[in-house]
């Protein structure tokens, strides 16, 4: 990649859809392959958010509670009272699992918020060439996470009701059967009916997050190639015209787009607990 | 955009994240919630009892308060009656030593009417000597003893 301006609006937005990484990928999948700028940002907010919540578990007491505790423990109640609206049985991790989801993709998505061009201009001038700052517009972030959740749907499932049950969840319905010799007949359809909706679960649940802040992402980059041409731009009335339009089309997305950074960290941790749940509960 | 390495370091990181939260995070923070609660509950109810208890002393002090009102009204009736009876008896004793005083004065006027009387009667005696003595030492002339007597009679 060159290293001078981008020239056109179509090399600016894939200069910036471009991942700081080791090296060149080969093909879709390849495990040699690491994506510095996703791991070194989702690691900084982690460390922000685990941070920030040891702090106030550190200082929390049940007197008069500060500002930031206040803030704190209205996020730890948020999300407690989502998890208890549609778990009901006792689970150490569930609850921490949902606040660490919605709080950990919040970050991510918040960093869309940030001018696009903020960071990696910064980073162009310590010599850095590439840099995406949102960890959640990586396929590889979105797809860590609910892969996780994905096996810990298959780990408390199998817990819960046992292999046995796990499987026969899995082969034994829709369509159900007094007959045992229809019942094994039955079981490839009921596993090819299941076993859809059951791997579209992690699938639905990456690629929602991803598409929508991938999408959020294109926009700002969209509407931050409309001045792409320095000083240039303010020598005519339509360059002039695309700063006001960038400037006011901009702050409206971003505006939109402060809904759906929240409404996204919100949908992936109220599917991962109603996933979680499901899998802990007999049908 | 491919699946590489970063997925499996995304895991871990979210794996430590979760682990994190739900061992130093989640219940530091819950706990203190929980107790907080506790203690409004406990705080609400003693502030409940507290009220009635509040109630139950205005009540006691109401009746403590009547009975001291009543005791007050009574001391005052007892004090006025005490007043009145001594009033009273200031009048009778007034009474008695105004009567004491008026007859003690009656005697003494009486004493000093009789001492005038004695007195007079003495004059009268010596008077009568003196003119005795004068009828005496003229003589006996009727017509001038009859005017002397008859200025005798005047004269007493």
């Known amino acids: 990649m060159a290293a001078e301006e981008p020239s056109s609006a179509n090399e600016y937005i894939l200069h910036h859809l471009t991942f700081l990484s080791n090296k060149e990928p080969k093909g879709i999948v390849d495990f040699s392959v690491i994506h510095l700028d996703t791991v070194f940002f989702s690691s900084v907010l982690a460390l922000l958010f685990g941070g920030a ?180 731009q303010l020598s005519s009335a339509g360059g002039w015209a695309l700063l006001v339009a960038q400037f006011a089309l901009a702050f409206l997305w971003a505006v939109f787009h402060l809904l759906v950074i929240t409404l996204q960290a919100f949908i992936f941790m109220v599917l991962t607990i109603v996933y979680l749940s499901m899998a802990q509960e007999h049908h | 955009m491919n699946i590489n390495l970063t997925l499996i370091v995304q895991m871990l990181v979210f794996i430590v994240l979760i682990w994190f939260t739900m061992k130093f995070v989640w219940p530091m923070i819950l706990g203190p919630m929980e107790e907080r609660s506790r203690k409004i509950a406990a705080g609400l109810e003693a502030a409940e009892k507290g009220k009635q208890e509040l109630a139950q002393a205005n009540e006691r002090a109401e009746v403590v308060l009547r009975e001291a009102r009543e005791r007050a009204a009574h001391i005052i009736d007892q004090a006025q009656h005490r007043a009145n009876d001594m009033v009273e008896e200031a009048k009778g004793a007034a009474t008695a030593e105004g009567a004491r005083l008026l007859a003690s004065a009656k005697e003494q006027i009486g004493l000093e009417a009789a001492h005038a009387r004695d007195s007079l009667r003495r004059d009268v005696a010596q008077i009568a000597v003196s003119a005795a003595s004068k009828i005496l030492q003229r003589e006996i002339d009727p017509r001038t003893h009859s005017d002397l007597i008859d200025q005798l009679a005047a004269q007493i």
Not at chain 1, 105 to 112: I, P, Q, R, S, Y
Not at chain 1, 122 to 131: K, Q, R
Not at chain 1, 136 to 155: E, G, H, K, Q, W
């Open chain 1, 53 to 232: 919540f040891y702090f106030a578990a550190r200082t929390a007491n049940a007197g008069v509670p500060g500002k930031f505790q206040n803030f704190v423990e209205l996020l730890v109640e948020f999300v407690d009272t989502q998890v208890k609206d549609s778990f009901h049985g006792t689970n150490k991790l569930l609850a921490p699992l949902a606040l660490t989801i919605f709080c950990w993709v919040f970050l991510f998505n918040a960093m869309d918020i940030l001018p696009v061009d903020l960071l990696p201009a910064l980073a162009h001038g310590a010599g850095v060439e590439h840099l995406k700052v949102v960890p959640s517009t990586d396929l590889n972030t979105t797809f860590a996470m609910s892969l996780t959740v994905f096996v810990l749907i298959i780990y408390y499932s199998i817990k819960v009701k046992g292999l046995g049950g796990f499987l026969a969840e899995l082969t034994m319905q829709p369509f159900t059967t007094k007959n045992p010799v229809v019942k094994i007949l039955l079981i490839p359809v009921n596993l090819l009916l299941e076993i859809v909706p059951f791997l579209a679960r992690p699938i639905s649940l990456s690629l929602r997050l991803y598409g929508n802040l991938f999408a959020g992402e294109m926009i700002f980059l969209l509407l931050a190639a409309l001045t792409l041409h320095g000083a240039s």
